[in-house]
């Protein structure tokens, strides 16, 4: 693989790859790094690449334990920007709803925070990432009855927590 | 539409959905107006659909590129290091022969220097002997150029009749003396013995003649037997001459 073929089936999923990092780092700068990180071990590694079935579910696979073995080396909780959310959001609402909109980013955030690491995967490479079910399969070695369940519980899990908080604060 | 929607929100937290499905719902909660009723689902579809919109910063892609295109000829020969050192080793030992070569081509002039007159010694002999040179060349040289007829395993006519010319005509004592050694060295080649014998005759002086003598035993020459009894009968001899002379014929006779 030289590098003009790097530059067509690597480089496009650098994005998806930037967003995994965040989801678990929670940090635009250590996610940049481990996605260079990544990017530079597949680069060094591009002999081999033409080997695997998928390049992309291999890259999605290394950033995934290059993160948790940073977090684990690290051995702290992930550091919480928000700061990324006000450039997305930035639109022409008021500032109120601005404001409201952000607050309920962040704590969707934190509520996906706290998901465990394989939930937080499945249902951020479904939801962000658009990844079929069998794409999904690949990544992470999962049946598809198996995604479909864990998928499932995620998404109820996270409107049920997202309720309580509600409640809990507007005092419902 | 609402009920649609509602049915595809059912499905979608059984994980049933498609994901043009789950597409539709993304873009119904994007909306500005939401139905009371779905709001509470909103949240999450609004979460995803913005973290979507998330990629690196320009700065990090172009560090990227740079990072890619930059290492790019250390990688190339951090990939090839073996035929790197192979081609080094190869043009250091060609390099060492080229040079050995060379060494030797600048060397050889000076070392070989005495190697083309050992090639024809027999040339620079018959240049330093030739009778013509005789005022231009020193005793000691001549000597030199007699002794250089011992090296030889073979002579031509031409060079022991240029010894036998030296034994005869020259002017040293010590070079006559010296050709005469030479001589009985080819005293297989036609003519030296005879030679020798003649020469007994011509010498006059002592040293040569004790030596011709010598020389003339040694090769068992017994046709020097009459010249010897003629040199013995000469009065002008020196005694020590004559003494040797009738030594030697007492030897040679005592041979047959």
């Known amino acids: ?172 | 539409m609402k009920q649609a929607i509602d049915e595809l929100l059912e499905r979608y937290y059984e994980g049933e959905t498609t994901l043009a499905e789950e597409k539709r719902l993304r873009e119904f909660f994007q909306q500005e107006t939401i139905p009371p009723h779905l709001q509470s689902h909103a949240e999450q579809f609004r979460y995803f659909a913005a973290t979507r919109e998330q990629q690196p910063s320009a700065a990090f892609t172009q560090q990227l590129a740079t990072k890619l295109t930059r290492p790019e000829p250390t990688r190339l020969l951090g990939l090839t290091p073996w035929t790197l050192r192979l081609a080094a080793s190869v043009a250091l030992l060609l390099l060492g022969f080229v040079g050995g070569i060379f060494y030797n081509q600048h060397q050889n002039p000076v070392a070989d220097a005495p190697l083309p007159s050992a090639v024809s010694p027999a040339a620079e002999m018959k240049k330093v002997l030739a009778f013509s040179s005789l005022s231009e060349t020193s005793a000691s040289e001549r000597i030199q150029a007699v002794n250089q007829s011992f090296e030889m395993t073979q002579a031509d006519q031409a060079t022991t009749q240029l010894l036998i010319n030296t034994l005869n005509f020259d002017a040293n004592v010590n070079v006559r003396q010296a050709a005469c050694q030479a001589l009985t060295h080819f005293e297989h080649e036609p003519g030296v013995r005879e030679a020798l014998i003649q020469s007994l005759s011509i010498q006059t002086d002592p040293n040569v003649q004790i030596t011709l003598i010598e020389m003339l035993v040694a090769i068992k020459e017994k046709r020097a037997v009459q010249e010897m009894q003629r040199l013995a009968k000469r009065p002008q001899v020196m005694d020590v001459v004559r003494q040797k002379a009738q030594e030697g014929i007492n030897s040679l006779a005592q041979l047959s």
Request: glycine share 2%.
């Open chain 1, 1 to 172: 693989m030289d590098l003009q073929a790097f530059k067509q089936r690597i480089l496009p999923v650098q994005g998806r790859l930037f967003r995994l990092a965040q989801l678990f780092l929670r940090n635009r700068e250590e996610a940049e790094d481990a996605l260079q990180d990544v990017l530079m071990r597949l680069w060094s590694n591009r002999q081999q690449l033409d080997a695997y079935h998928s390049v992309e579910a291999l890259a999605v696979q290394m950033t995934k334990n290059l993160c948790l073995d940073r977090l684990k080396a690290h051995r702290r909780q992930p550091v919480t920007a928000t700061d990324d959310y006000q450039n997305v959001l930035a639109t022409d609402d008021s500032p109120y709803r601005q404001v409201e909109l952000l607050d309920s980013a962040s704590q969707m955030q934190r509520l996906i925070d706290a998901l465990p690491d394989q939930q937080k995967l499945l249902i951020h490479l479904r939801e962000v990432e658009d990844y079929s079910f069998d794409e999904i399969e690949q990544i992470t070695g999962l049946t598809t009855n198996n995604i479909r369940v864990i998928l499932s519980r995620t998404r109820q899990r996270l409107r049920d927590d997202y309720l309580k908080v509600n409640n809990n604060e507007t005092g419902y």
